[in-house]
Protein backbone atom coordinates (compact mmCIF):
# COMPACT_ATOMS: atom_id res chain seq x y z
CA UNK A 1 0.00 0.00 0.00
CA UNK A 2 0.98 3.52 -1.00
CA UNK A 3 1.25 6.54 1.22
CA UNK A 4 -2.11 7.87 -0.17
CA UNK A 5 -3.86 4.71 0.22
CA UNK A 6 -2.93 4.57 3.87
CA UNK A 7 -3.73 8.19 4.37
CA UNK A 8 -7.96 7.21 2.84
CA UNK A 9 -8.48 4.57 5.47
CA UNK A 10 -6.92 6.21 8.22
CA UNK A 11 -8.61 9.64 7.58
CA UNK A 12 -11.96 7.93 7.36
CA UNK A 13 -11.47 5.68 10.27
CA UNK A 14 -10.50 8.82 12.61
CA UNK A 15 -12.92 11.05 11.48
CA UNK A 16 -15.96 8.61 11.71
CA UNK A 17 -15.21 8.00 15.13
CA UNK A 18 -14.06 11.17 16.84
CA UNK A 19 -12.27 10.63 20.22
CA UNK A 20 -11.64 7.29 19.82
CA UNK A 21 -7.93 6.56 20.20
CA UNK A 22 -6.15 3.86 17.06
CA UNK A 23 -3.01 2.59 18.37
CA UNK A 24 -0.38 2.47 15.92
CA UNK A 25 -0.38 -1.70 16.31
CA UNK A 26 -4.40 -1.25 15.17
CA UNK A 27 -3.27 0.63 12.01
CA UNK A 28 -0.26 -1.78 11.57
CA UNK A 29 -2.28 -4.76 11.66
CA UNK A 30 -4.94 -3.14 9.30
CA UNK A 31 -2.48 -1.81 6.62
CA UNK A 32 0.24 -3.89 6.79
CA UNK A 33 2.68 -0.92 7.34
CA UNK A 34 5.74 -0.06 9.92
CA UNK A 35 4.70 2.24 13.27
CA UNK A 36 7.70 4.01 11.67
CA UNK A 37 5.63 4.52 8.64
CA UNK A 38 2.45 4.86 10.21
CA UNK A 39 3.91 7.85 12.04
CA UNK A 40 4.60 10.05 9.60
CA UNK A 41 1.25 9.40 7.62
CA UNK A 42 -0.32 10.35 10.70
CA UNK A 43 2.28 14.00 10.65
CA UNK A 44 0.60 14.64 6.93
CA UNK A 45 -2.89 14.28 8.17
CA UNK A 46 -2.11 16.16 11.53
CA UNK A 47 -0.44 18.95 9.52
CA UNK A 48 -2.79 19.18 6.49
CA UNK A 49 -6.12 19.39 8.73
CA UNK A 50 -4.57 22.07 11.16
CA UNK A 51 -3.21 24.17 7.71
CA UNK A 52 -7.06 23.74 6.41
CA UNK A 53 -9.06 24.37 9.86
CA UNK A 54 -10.71 20.92 9.74
CA UNK A 55 -10.13 19.86 13.70
CA UNK A 56 -6.93 18.03 15.33
CA UNK A 57 -5.31 15.38 14.95
CA UNK A 58 -4.01 14.31 18.61
CA UNK A 59 -1.28 11.65 18.38
CA UNK A 60 -0.16 10.36 21.27
CA UNK A 61 3.80 9.07 21.30
CA UNK A 62 5.62 5.98 23.06
CA UNK A 63 5.38 1.64 23.13
CA UNK A 64 1.07 2.36 23.31
CA UNK A 65 1.60 5.37 20.73
CA UNK A 66 -1.70 6.12 18.70
CA UNK A 67 -4.13 9.08 17.27
CA UNK A 68 -7.46 10.27 17.89
CA UNK A 69 -9.53 13.15 16.46
CA UNK A 70 -10.88 16.11 17.57
CA UNK A 71 -13.57 17.70 16.01
CA UNK A 72 -12.61 21.54 16.49
CA UNK A 73 -14.00 24.68 14.94
CA UNK A 74 -12.22 28.47 14.51
CA UNK A 75 -14.07 31.27 15.84
CA UNK A 76 -14.95 32.26 12.57
CA UNK A 77 -16.41 29.28 11.51
CA UNK A 78 -18.36 29.11 14.55
CA UNK A 79 -19.77 32.51 13.39
CA UNK A 80 -20.51 31.54 10.48
CA UNK A 81 -22.47 28.48 10.92
CA UNK A 82 -24.50 30.17 13.98
CA UNK A 83 -25.33 32.69 11.70
CA UNK A 84 -26.45 30.37 8.81
CA UNK A 85 -29.08 29.22 11.54
CA UNK A 86 -30.29 32.60 12.20
CA UNK A 87 -31.05 32.96 8.52
CA UNK A 88 -32.99 29.97 8.98
CA UNK A 89 -34.55 31.19 11.89
CA UNK A 90 -35.60 33.92 10.71
CA UNK A 91 -38.23 32.67 7.74
CA UNK A 92 -41.23 34.07 8.66
CA UNK A 93 -43.59 31.47 8.07
CA UNK A 94 -42.10 29.71 10.94
CA UNK A 95 -44.52 31.88 13.09
CA UNK A 96 -47.99 29.94 15.06
CA UNK A 97 -50.79 31.04 16.63
CA UNK A 98 -49.98 32.38 19.58
CA UNK A 99 -46.71 33.68 18.84
CA UNK A 100 -45.03 30.38 18.70
CA UNK A 101 -42.01 28.95 15.91
CA UNK A 102 -41.77 26.36 14.57
CA UNK A 103 -38.35 24.57 15.59
CA UNK A 104 -39.06 20.83 14.36
CA UNK A 105 -37.32 21.36 10.62
CA UNK A 106 -33.99 22.11 12.83
CA UNK A 107 -34.05 18.45 14.34
CA UNK A 108 -35.00 16.87 11.09
CA UNK A 109 -31.78 17.62 8.99
CA UNK A 110 -28.78 15.36 9.88
CA UNK A 111 -26.51 17.92 8.32
CA UNK A 112 -27.63 20.40 10.40
CA UNK A 113 -27.84 18.28 13.35
CA UNK A 114 -24.43 17.26 12.47
CA UNK A 115 -22.74 20.64 12.29
CA UNK A 116 -24.42 21.50 15.84
CA UNK A 117 -23.56 18.71 17.48
CA UNK A 118 -19.72 19.55 16.47
CA UNK A 119 -20.31 23.05 17.82
CA UNK A 120 -21.58 21.97 21.08
CA UNK A 121 -18.51 19.23 20.93
CA UNK A 122 -16.06 21.68 20.93
CA UNK A 123 -17.23 24.22 23.04
CA UNK A 124 -17.56 21.82 25.83
CA UNK A 125 -14.77 19.41 25.65
CA UNK A 126 -12.81 20.93 27.98
CA UNK A 127 -15.03 20.06 30.72
CA UNK A 128 -14.73 16.86 29.78
CA UNK A 129 -18.06 15.31 30.25
CA UNK A 130 -18.71 11.49 30.70
CA UNK A 131 -22.33 11.79 29.77
CA UNK A 132 -24.61 14.34 27.63
CA UNK A 133 -27.63 14.52 29.24
CA UNK A 134 -31.46 15.47 27.79
CA UNK A 135 -34.79 15.48 27.93
CA UNK A 136 -37.34 13.89 25.45
CA UNK A 137 -38.20 14.66 22.61
CA UNK A 138 -36.62 17.62 20.72
CA UNK A 139 -33.46 17.99 22.25
CA UNK A 140 -32.58 13.89 21.66
CA UNK A 141 -30.38 14.94 17.73
CA UNK A 142 -28.54 17.61 19.09
CA UNK A 143 -27.90 15.77 22.55
CA UNK A 144 -26.94 12.16 20.19
CA UNK A 145 -24.48 14.21 17.68
CA UNK A 146 -22.59 16.31 20.94
CA UNK A 147 -22.29 12.70 22.40
CA UNK A 148 -21.07 11.45 19.27
CA UNK A 149 -18.38 14.39 18.38
CA UNK A 150 -17.35 13.68 21.99
CA UNK A 151 -17.24 9.98 22.27
CA UNK A 152 -19.76 9.58 24.89
CA UNK A 153 -23.09 8.38 25.98
CA UNK A 154 -26.28 10.19 25.75
CA UNK A 155 -29.07 9.68 27.89
CA UNK A 156 -32.40 10.65 27.67
CA UNK A 157 -34.32 11.52 30.26
CA UNK A 158 -38.06 11.04 30.08
CA UNK A 159 -41.60 12.97 30.57
CA UNK A 160 -43.08 10.09 31.08
CA UNK A 161 -41.85 7.07 32.52
CA UNK A 162 -41.83 3.61 30.58
CA UNK A 163 -42.69 0.27 31.44
CA UNK A 164 -40.05 -1.29 30.65
CA UNK A 165 -37.37 0.61 32.22
CA UNK A 166 -36.78 -0.91 35.29
CA UNK A 167 -36.69 1.20 38.64
CA UNK A 168 -36.85 4.82 38.17
CA UNK A 169 -36.40 8.33 39.57
CA UNK A 170 -38.88 11.19 38.89
CA UNK A 171 -38.64 14.72 39.86
CA UNK A 172 -41.22 17.44 40.22
CA UNK A 173 -40.54 20.42 38.56
CA UNK A 174 -42.22 23.74 37.58
CA UNK A 175 -41.97 25.00 33.98
CA UNK A 176 -40.55 28.96 34.06
CA UNK A 177 -43.12 30.30 31.48
CA UNK A 178 -46.35 28.13 31.92
CA UNK A 179 -46.29 27.87 34.97
CA UNK A 180 -47.03 24.65 35.69
CA UNK A 181 -46.00 21.55 37.39
CA UNK A 182 -43.95 18.85 35.39
CA UNK A 183 -42.56 15.78 35.65
CA UNK A 184 -39.08 14.03 34.79
CA UNK A 185 -37.91 10.36 35.26
CA UNK A 186 -35.25 8.87 34.63
CA UNK A 187 -34.00 4.83 34.98
CA UNK A 188 -31.80 4.37 38.09
CA UNK A 189 -29.38 2.28 35.18
CA UNK A 190 -29.24 4.88 32.65
CA UNK A 191 -26.95 6.77 34.37
CA UNK A 192 -23.89 6.02 37.05
CA UNK A 193 -24.06 7.62 40.53
CA UNK A 194 -20.99 10.56 40.44
CA UNK A 195 -21.25 11.14 36.33
CA UNK A 196 -19.84 14.77 35.21
CA UNK A 197 -23.02 15.50 33.14
CA UNK A 198 -23.35 17.63 30.45
CA UNK A 199 -26.70 19.53 30.12
CA UNK A 200 -27.81 20.37 26.25
CA UNK A 201 -30.92 20.84 24.77
CA UNK A 202 -32.61 22.92 21.86
CA UNK A 203 -34.39 25.90 23.10
CA UNK A 204 -35.03 27.55 26.69
CA UNK A 205 -37.39 29.95 27.01
CA UNK A 206 -37.16 30.63 31.29
CA UNK A 207 -34.92 27.54 31.66
CA UNK A 208 -37.10 25.79 34.35
CA UNK A 209 -36.64 22.38 32.46
CA UNK A 210 -32.86 23.15 33.02
CA UNK A 211 -33.84 23.30 36.11
CA UNK A 212 -35.34 20.14 36.46
CA UNK A 213 -32.40 18.30 35.06
CA UNK A 214 -30.59 19.85 37.54
CA UNK A 215 -32.55 18.95 40.24
CA UNK A 216 -32.63 15.37 38.75
CA UNK A 217 -29.08 15.10 38.57
CA UNK A 218 -28.78 15.89 42.46
CA UNK A 219 -30.96 13.40 42.80
CA UNK A 220 -28.12 10.75 40.86
CA UNK A 221 -25.51 12.77 42.90
CA UNK A 222 -23.89 13.63 39.67
CA UNK A 223 -21.95 16.59 38.75
CA UNK A 224 -23.58 19.22 36.02
CA UNK A 225 -20.26 20.34 34.57
CA UNK A 226 -21.95 22.06 31.70
CA UNK A 227 -25.33 23.34 30.20
CA UNK A 228 -25.56 24.14 26.64
CA UNK A 229 -28.66 25.75 24.82
CA UNK A 230 -28.92 26.33 21.00
CA UNK A 231 -32.02 28.74 21.11
CA UNK A 232 -32.47 30.98 24.05
CA UNK A 233 -35.68 33.23 24.01
CA UNK A 234 -34.40 36.74 25.13
CA UNK A 235 -37.70 37.78 25.58
CA UNK A 236 -38.51 35.38 28.78
CA UNK A 237 -38.08 37.03 31.91
CA UNK A 238 -36.24 35.74 34.61
CA UNK A 239 -34.42 33.10 34.09
CA UNK A 240 -34.07 30.01 36.87
CA UNK A 241 -30.66 29.08 35.85
CA UNK A 242 -27.19 30.03 35.76
CA UNK A 243 -23.98 29.68 34.18
CA UNK A 244 -25.50 27.83 30.88
CA UNK A 245 -24.05 28.88 26.99
CA UNK A 246 -26.49 29.49 24.79
CA UNK A 247 -25.45 29.92 20.54
CA UNK A 248 -28.29 32.08 19.31
CA UNK A 249 -30.62 34.87 20.85
CA UNK A 250 -34.28 34.71 19.58
CA UNK A 251 -35.06 38.78 20.56
CA UNK A 252 -38.56 38.90 18.59
CA UNK A 253 -41.69 36.76 17.97
CA UNK A 254 -44.11 39.15 15.87
CA UNK A 255 -47.22 37.38 14.95
CA UNK A 256 -48.73 40.79 13.31
CA UNK A 257 -45.63 42.29 11.49
CA UNK A 258 -44.63 38.65 10.98
CA UNK A 259 -40.95 39.45 11.63
CA UNK A 260 -38.47 37.00 13.60
CA UNK A 261 -34.88 38.56 14.96
CA UNK A 262 -32.34 36.48 16.28
CA UNK A 263 -28.66 36.85 16.66
CA UNK A 264 -25.97 34.70 17.40
CA UNK A 265 -24.61 35.05 21.28
CA UNK A 266 -22.83 37.95 22.17
CA UNK A 267 -19.80 35.57 23.09
CA UNK A 268 -19.00 34.17 20.02
CA UNK A 269 -19.57 37.54 17.94
CA UNK A 270 -17.04 38.67 20.36
CA UNK A 271 -14.75 35.26 20.15
CA UNK A 272 -14.86 36.05 16.46
CA UNK A 273 -13.52 39.73 16.66
CA UNK B 1 -0.14 20.35 -1.61
CA UNK B 2 0.67 17.24 -2.40
CA UNK B 3 -1.23 14.07 -3.39
CA UNK B 4 -1.69 12.64 0.21
CA UNK B 5 -2.72 15.88 1.78
CA UNK B 6 -5.36 16.39 -0.66
CA UNK B 7 -6.64 12.50 -0.29
CA UNK B 8 -6.67 13.56 3.83
CA UNK B 9 -8.81 16.34 2.77
CA UNK B 10 -11.42 14.53 0.17
CA UNK B 11 -11.57 11.92 2.28
CA UNK B 12 -12.49 13.70 5.28
CA UNK B 13 -15.35 15.42 3.90
CA UNK B 14 -17.03 13.06 1.78
CA UNK B 15 -16.98 10.19 4.71
CA UNK B 16 -18.99 12.47 7.08
CA UNK B 17 -21.67 14.03 4.54
CA UNK B 18 -22.32 10.40 3.19
CA UNK B 19 -24.59 10.87 -0.60
CA UNK B 20 -23.80 14.41 -0.64
CA UNK B 21 -22.27 14.85 -4.17
CA UNK B 22 -18.91 17.22 -4.03
CA UNK B 23 -18.51 18.24 -7.75
CA UNK B 24 -14.45 18.65 -8.70
CA UNK B 25 -15.24 22.11 -8.74
CA UNK B 26 -15.75 22.37 -5.30
CA UNK B 27 -12.17 20.25 -4.41
CA UNK B 28 -10.88 22.37 -7.33
CA UNK B 29 -11.02 25.52 -5.07
CA UNK B 30 -10.52 24.10 -2.11
CA UNK B 31 -7.44 22.56 -2.96
CA UNK B 32 -6.10 24.28 -5.70
CA UNK B 33 -5.15 21.92 -8.44
CA UNK B 34 -6.09 20.81 -11.35
CA UNK B 35 -9.18 18.08 -12.19
CA UNK B 36 -7.50 15.56 -14.03
CA UNK B 37 -5.76 15.43 -10.61
CA UNK B 38 -8.06 15.52 -8.52
CA UNK B 39 -10.00 12.24 -10.36
CA UNK B 40 -6.66 10.53 -9.56
CA UNK B 41 -7.04 11.52 -6.11
CA UNK B 42 -10.34 9.74 -6.12
CA UNK B 43 -9.81 6.97 -7.51
CA UNK B 44 -6.93 6.12 -4.98
CA UNK B 45 -9.67 6.63 -2.31
CA UNK B 46 -12.36 4.66 -4.34
CA UNK B 47 -9.63 1.72 -5.15
CA UNK B 48 -8.44 1.78 -1.53
CA UNK B 49 -12.12 1.94 -0.09
CA UNK B 50 -13.17 -0.84 -2.87
CA UNK B 51 -10.57 -3.30 -1.45
CA UNK B 52 -10.72 -2.61 2.15
CA UNK B 53 -14.38 -3.41 2.09
CA UNK B 54 -14.78 0.33 3.76
CA UNK B 55 -17.78 1.54 1.17
CA UNK B 56 -18.17 2.90 -2.25
CA UNK B 57 -16.86 6.14 -3.61
CA UNK B 58 -19.08 6.89 -6.80
CA UNK B 59 -17.57 8.98 -9.12
CA UNK B 60 -19.60 11.08 -11.40
CA UNK B 61 -17.87 11.46 -14.81
CA UNK B 62 -18.34 14.57 -17.14
CA UNK B 63 -18.21 18.57 -16.77
CA UNK B 64 -20.53 18.45 -13.78
CA UNK B 65 -18.73 15.51 -12.61
CA UNK B 66 -17.79 14.92 -9.17
CA UNK B 67 -17.92 12.17 -6.19
CA UNK B 68 -19.77 10.95 -3.27
CA UNK B 69 -19.65 8.30 -0.56
CA UNK B 70 -21.54 5.46 -0.17
CA UNK B 71 -21.91 3.43 3.09
CA UNK B 72 -21.69 -0.63 2.25
CA UNK B 73 -21.32 -3.19 4.13
CA UNK B 74 -19.95 -6.80 2.82
CA UNK B 75 -23.14 -9.83 4.47
CA UNK B 76 -20.13 -10.78 6.36
CA UNK B 77 -19.87 -7.14 7.45
CA UNK B 78 -23.52 -6.81 9.01
CA UNK B 79 -23.40 -10.54 10.07
CA UNK B 80 -20.74 -9.41 12.45
CA UNK B 81 -21.99 -6.35 13.72
CA UNK B 82 -25.73 -7.79 14.44
CA UNK B 83 -24.11 -10.72 15.93
CA UNK B 84 -22.25 -8.20 18.63
CA UNK B 85 -25.85 -6.59 19.32
CA UNK B 86 -27.46 -9.97 20.16
CA UNK B 87 -24.22 -10.90 22.24
CA UNK B 88 -25.28 -7.44 24.16
CA UNK B 89 -29.24 -8.19 24.23
CA UNK B 90 -28.47 -12.00 25.82
CA UNK B 91 -27.10 -10.17 28.93
CA UNK B 92 -29.67 -11.60 31.23
CA UNK B 93 -29.38 -7.89 33.69
CA UNK B 94 -31.87 -6.32 31.48
CA UNK B 95 -34.78 -8.87 32.46
CA UNK B 96 -36.90 -6.23 34.08
CA UNK B 97 -40.05 -7.07 36.06
CA UNK B 98 -43.04 -8.75 34.12
CA UNK B 99 -40.48 -9.76 31.43
CA UNK B 100 -39.93 -6.74 30.10
CA UNK B 101 -36.39 -6.04 28.66
CA UNK B 102 -34.16 -2.96 28.92
CA UNK B 103 -32.96 -1.56 25.86
CA UNK B 104 -32.32 2.25 26.85
CA UNK B 105 -28.79 2.22 26.11
CA UNK B 106 -28.90 0.62 22.76
CA UNK B 107 -29.91 4.39 22.12
CA UNK B 108 -27.47 5.69 24.60
CA UNK B 109 -23.99 4.59 23.01
CA UNK B 110 -23.29 7.00 19.31
CA UNK B 111 -20.94 4.48 18.11
CA UNK B 112 -23.79 1.32 18.37
CA UNK B 113 -26.36 3.93 17.07
CA UNK B 114 -24.21 4.73 13.83
CA UNK B 115 -23.75 1.57 13.10
CA UNK B 116 -26.82 0.38 13.28
CA UNK B 117 -28.04 3.77 11.02
CA UNK B 118 -25.45 2.84 8.06
CA UNK B 119 -26.70 -0.83 8.38
CA UNK B 120 -30.38 0.54 7.67
CA UNK B 121 -28.98 3.02 5.16
CA UNK B 122 -27.08 0.62 3.47
CA UNK B 123 -30.16 -1.82 2.94
CA UNK B 124 -32.55 0.39 2.28
CA UNK B 125 -31.01 2.93 -0.14
CA UNK B 126 -32.28 1.11 -3.12
CA UNK B 127 -35.89 1.84 -2.35
CA UNK B 128 -34.89 5.44 -2.69
CA UNK B 129 -36.40 6.72 0.53
CA UNK B 130 -36.58 10.72 0.89
CA UNK B 131 -37.57 10.77 4.39
CA UNK B 132 -36.82 8.71 7.51
CA UNK B 133 -40.11 8.71 9.29
CA UNK B 134 -40.49 7.19 13.36
CA UNK B 135 -42.58 8.00 16.21
CA UNK B 136 -40.93 9.00 19.37
CA UNK B 137 -38.67 8.29 21.59
CA UNK B 138 -36.65 5.48 21.99
CA UNK B 139 -36.79 5.17 17.51
CA UNK B 140 -35.32 8.76 17.31
CA UNK B 141 -31.46 8.13 17.20
CA UNK B 142 -31.53 5.33 14.74
CA UNK B 143 -33.67 7.08 12.57
CA UNK B 144 -31.03 10.26 13.17
CA UNK B 145 -28.37 7.99 11.79
CA UNK B 146 -30.41 6.31 9.10
CA UNK B 147 -31.09 9.54 7.72
CA UNK B 148 -27.55 10.76 8.18
CA UNK B 149 -26.23 8.52 6.22
CA UNK B 150 -28.81 8.38 3.27
CA UNK B 151 -28.56 12.51 3.31
CA UNK B 152 -32.42 12.41 3.86
CA UNK B 153 -34.34 14.47 6.54
CA UNK B 154 -35.75 12.51 9.33
CA UNK B 155 -39.43 12.97 10.20
CA UNK B 156 -40.31 12.59 14.17
CA UNK B 157 -43.90 11.36 14.98
CA UNK B 158 -45.42 12.59 18.18
CA UNK B 159 -47.54 10.34 20.61
CA UNK B 160 -48.69 13.67 22.25
CA UNK B 161 -48.95 16.66 19.77
CA UNK B 162 -47.26 19.69 20.64
CA UNK B 163 -48.45 23.77 20.83
CA UNK B 164 -45.70 24.56 18.53
CA UNK B 165 -45.98 22.53 15.85
CA UNK B 166 -48.92 24.37 14.06
CA UNK B 167 -51.70 22.39 12.52
CA UNK B 168 -51.15 18.74 12.90
CA UNK B 169 -52.93 15.72 11.63
CA UNK B 170 -53.90 12.83 13.89
CA UNK B 171 -54.37 8.91 13.76
CA UNK B 172 -55.83 6.18 16.43
CA UNK B 173 -54.39 3.09 16.38
CA UNK B 174 -54.75 0.07 18.40
CA UNK B 175 -51.02 -1.12 20.27
CA UNK B 176 -50.97 -5.11 19.03
CA UNK B 177 -49.98 -6.16 22.02
CA UNK B 178 -51.50 -4.17 24.68
CA UNK B 179 -54.72 -3.72 22.42
CA UNK B 180 -55.05 -0.22 24.04
CA UNK B 181 -56.17 2.70 21.70
CA UNK B 182 -53.33 4.83 21.27
CA UNK B 183 -52.97 8.65 19.31
CA UNK B 184 -49.85 9.19 16.65
CA UNK B 185 -49.57 13.09 15.45
CA UNK B 186 -47.33 14.98 12.95
CA UNK B 187 -47.17 18.53 11.81
CA UNK B 188 -48.64 18.98 8.13
CA UNK B 189 -45.69 20.80 7.13
CA UNK B 190 -43.08 17.93 8.73
CA UNK B 191 -43.48 15.95 5.55
CA UNK B 192 -44.59 17.04 2.17
CA UNK B 193 -47.74 14.87 0.58
CA UNK B 194 -46.76 12.51 -2.23
CA UNK B 195 -43.54 10.89 -0.34
CA UNK B 196 -41.31 8.31 -0.40
CA UNK B 197 -40.99 7.78 3.35
CA UNK B 198 -39.05 4.84 5.09
CA UNK B 199 -40.53 4.12 8.61
CA UNK B 200 -37.87 3.15 11.29
CA UNK B 201 -37.87 1.69 14.86
CA UNK B 202 -35.84 0.13 17.35
CA UNK B 203 -38.13 -2.46 18.78
CA UNK B 204 -41.57 -4.35 17.28
CA UNK B 205 -43.82 -6.69 19.56
CA UNK B 206 -47.51 -7.29 17.09
CA UNK B 207 -46.46 -4.38 14.82
CA UNK B 208 -49.32 -2.15 16.07
CA UNK B 209 -47.21 0.92 15.80
CA UNK B 210 -45.70 0.51 12.44
CA UNK B 211 -49.40 -0.14 11.55
CA UNK B 212 -50.26 3.58 13.02
CA UNK B 213 -47.44 5.06 11.02
CA UNK B 214 -48.40 3.40 7.84
CA UNK B 215 -52.04 4.64 8.74
CA UNK B 216 -50.63 7.92 9.25
CA UNK B 217 -48.59 8.30 6.15
CA UNK B 218 -51.81 7.63 3.85
CA UNK B 219 -53.16 10.82 5.68
CA UNK B 220 -50.29 12.10 3.95
CA UNK B 221 -50.92 10.80 0.81
CA UNK B 222 -47.17 9.48 1.14
CA UNK B 223 -45.46 6.21 -0.15
CA UNK B 224 -44.38 3.38 2.80
CA UNK B 225 -40.98 2.16 0.14
CA UNK B 226 -39.51 0.88 3.40
CA UNK B 227 -40.30 -0.25 6.96
CA UNK B 228 -37.10 -1.28 9.32
CA UNK B 229 -37.16 -2.77 12.83
CA UNK B 230 -33.99 -3.26 15.10
CA UNK B 231 -35.27 -6.13 17.16
CA UNK B 232 -38.17 -7.79 16.85
CA UNK B 233 -39.75 -10.14 19.32
CA UNK B 234 -40.81 -13.02 17.65
CA UNK B 235 -43.03 -14.55 20.17
CA UNK B 236 -45.45 -11.77 19.97
CA UNK B 237 -48.09 -13.18 18.05
CA UNK B 238 -50.16 -12.38 14.90
CA UNK B 239 -48.00 -9.47 13.57
CA UNK B 240 -50.36 -6.43 12.38
CA UNK B 241 -47.87 -5.68 9.25
CA UNK B 242 -46.34 -7.52 6.50
CA UNK B 243 -42.95 -6.46 4.67
CA UNK B 244 -40.72 -5.21 7.23
CA UNK B 245 -37.52 -5.84 7.65
CA UNK B 246 -35.96 -6.76 10.82
CA UNK B 247 -32.30 -7.58 12.22
CA UNK B 248 -32.77 -9.21 14.84
CA UNK B 249 -35.43 -11.72 16.17
CA UNK B 250 -35.88 -11.58 20.00
CA UNK B 251 -36.56 -15.66 20.77
CA UNK B 252 -36.84 -15.80 24.34
CA UNK B 253 -37.05 -13.63 27.44
CA UNK B 254 -37.40 -15.96 30.72
CA UNK B 255 -37.14 -14.01 33.67
CA UNK B 256 -37.40 -17.19 36.68
CA UNK B 257 -34.32 -18.91 34.55
CA UNK B 258 -32.38 -15.43 33.72
CA UNK B 259 -31.96 -16.22 29.83
CA UNK B 260 -32.91 -13.61 27.32
CA UNK B 261 -32.01 -15.27 23.43
CA UNK B 262 -31.62 -13.42 20.06
CA UNK B 263 -30.03 -14.15 17.06
CA UNK B 264 -29.33 -12.46 13.90
CA UNK B 265 -32.63 -12.65 11.28
CA UNK B 266 -32.42 -15.20 9.08
CA UNK B 267 -32.12 -13.32 5.72
CA UNK B 268 -29.07 -11.57 7.50
CA UNK B 269 -27.72 -15.61 8.33
CA UNK B 270 -28.38 -16.65 4.83
CA UNK B 271 -26.95 -14.05 2.67
CA UNK B 272 -23.80 -14.19 4.71
CA UNK B 273 -23.14 -18.14 3.97
Known sequence: MRRSQRIAVITKLLVENPYKIYSLTDFAKMLGAAKSTLSEDLAVIRETFADMGLG????IT?????ARYLPKLSNAALLARVEKICEKLEDPTRILAGGFIYLNDFASDPNLVSEIGEMFAAHFAAVEPEYVVTVETSGIPIALMTAHYLNIPMVVVRRVSQI?????????????SSHRIQTMSLARRALPVGSRVLLVDDFMRAGGTLRGLMEL??????????????????????KLVQDYVSFINLHQIDPVNQVVKAAPASWIQNSAD
Chains 1, 2 share one sequence.
Open 56 to 59: KIET
Open 62 to 66: GAAGG
Open 164 to 176: SEGSVLTVNYVSG
Open 217 to 238: MTEFESEVVGMGVLIEMELASP
